[in-house]
């Protein structure tokens, strides 16, 4: 947890914090593009298929909203656990691996499901306006985001969305992996992004995934679809 010696001490400091983030984030990143989107008047099976990853992300970071307030009302509250473990309180040891290990639960839930959703989403955009390119469902992830950075532009950020998509995948796969990174080729790894060298070494775990890296992360995924969307080509091809 970066600076902070605990997760409960990090929570206290960062709860309202955090919370306010996400909230900002849900609202201007993707509720306001949803309204966005719906009033171009599409189709509605075009307006549901651009509409979806904002959506689905969107629950996401609500629900997690809801963890921050479970977090800083209940789990890091003494009292809390003297309420609900009458018969033994655990020390406060105890306590800090079990906020640790719920911690580590939600940030799992969260990256998969933001993950999956965008890799999704590109998938189905592809059966949709280049259905030849897909071999089978099983092509890999790699080959599916190449193909958006090769035949579209996005307003000169093709390297940060580059990182920003290889980043969340990388976290994702090593999150798969109980938390160690084992990459397809055996190579350590280093993605920048945002003038930061995120380290992946082979075998072991990650230390950089804090809530703030991942909030950021889910910001620019909803700002990747967008731009993607006001592309005139990809527009073009996804509304005939």
């Given at each position: ?93 105890e306590i800090e ?89 055996d190579n350590r790894?280093e993605i920048e ?48």
């Amino acid at each position: 947890m970066g600076t902070y010696n605990s997760v409960i001490e990090y929570y206290q400091k960062k709860s309202f914090a955090l919370r306010d983030e996400i909230e900002r984030v849900a609202d201007e990143a993707y509720t306001l593009r949803i309204l966005s989107i719906k009033e171009l008047g599409l189709a509605p099976e075009v307006e549901h298929l651009l509409l979806h990853p904002f959506r689905v992300i969107r629950n996401e970071a609500f629900a997690l909203r809801l963890h921050f307030a479970l977090l800083e009302g209940h789990l890091i509250q003494k009292s809390w656990w003297e309420i609900t473990h009458p018969k033994r309180m655990p020390s406060d040891k105890e306590i800090e691996l079990h906020v640790r290990s719920f911690d580590m639960n939600i940030k799992r839930g969260f990256i998969i499901g933001v993950f999956s959703v965008q890799e999704h989403t590109l998938r189905e955009y592809i059966r949709k306006t280049n259905p030849g390119i897909l071999n089978n469902a099983k092509d890999s992830y790699w080959k599916i985001r190449n193909h958006f950075f090769t035949n579209y532009s996005f307003n000169g950020n093709v390297q940060k969305f580059l990182s920003v998509l290889k980043l969340l995948a990388s976290i994702r796969n090593t999150f798969h992996n109980d938390g160690l990174f084992y990459p397809y080729d055996d190579n350590r790894l280093e993605i920048e992004y945002k003038d930061h060298k995120y380290i992946f070494e082979v075998g072991k775990p990650i230390d950089f995934v804090e809530w703030e890296l991942l909030i950021d992360l889910t910001e620019e995924i909803a700002n990747f679809f967008f731009e993607l969307n006001s592309n005139s080509n990809f527009y073009n091809q996804i509304t005939t």
